[in-house]
């Protein structure tokens, strides 16, 4: 249910920013930029800046406000916050894990909560234009962290079916917080 949430939350602001007029933005004073400008910007690997492309494919409009691309990168992690989750979900809801596995994602079903929640408290500012608020750099350290406290619990699993997605999803929250850093203020 979560993740339909968000999807549609998600869905609904895109469709809200795609249809401001080009070079406009959201949020006052914020900078205006192609998509390839603001993955250019945000992405210091191959890997970065090809993830980065694929989270904004729906931005329709050539040039936005760095607001837009922060908020769709927040969203895209959200999305796949919740598809892990639901995979853990599913894997706990089995019964049959043994008990160091089953551990483990019980470890990853509390940080995905937190990081998703910390993930929305970031769209949040985001829709609210409250970046130059507080430390909004540090807000997505943490969900990072979030995240890799999964990570650090699974990678010791033989053949953890979480560990993929959740490199993937440490991905997007890095991603995330890059693109978030093209708004002043964010550290």
Do not use: W
């Not at 993830?51 to 904004?56: E, I, V």
């Not at 910390?118 to 949040?124: H, K, L």
Request: proline share 4%; aromatic share 8%; glycine share 6%.
């Amino acid at each position: 249910m979560a993740g339909i949430k968000a999807a549609v939350f998600f869905f609904l602001h895109l469709a809200i920013f795609s249809t401001l007029p080009p070079f406009s933005t959201a949020c006052p004073d914020v900078p205006s930029m192609t998509v390839e400008q603001a993955c250019r910007k945000a992405s210091g690997t191959l890997l970065m800046y090809d993830l980065c492309k694929d989270a904004m494919r729906d931005v329709t409009y050539p040039s936005n406000g760095v607001d837009l691309y922060a908020l769709v990168a927040a969203k895209r992690a959200l999305a796949s916050y919740a598809d892990t989750a639901h995979a853990v979900d599913a894997l706990l809801a089995g019964g049959s894990l043994p008990g160091a596995d089953r551990d483990a994602y019980e470890i990853c079903k509390k940080s995905y909560g937190e990081a998703t929640d910390t993930m929305n408290s970031v769209a949040a500012v985001l829709v609210g234009c409250r970046f130059m608020e507080g430390d909004l750099g540090q807000v997505y350290r943490d969900g990072v962290a979030q995240v890799e406290t999964c990570r650090d619990a699974v990678r010791s699993l033989p053949a953890s079916p979480i560990y993929a997605r959740n490199l993937v999803d440490r991905n997007m929250a890095a991603l995330a917080y890059f693109v978030g850093r093209l708004l002043a203020g964010v550290q």
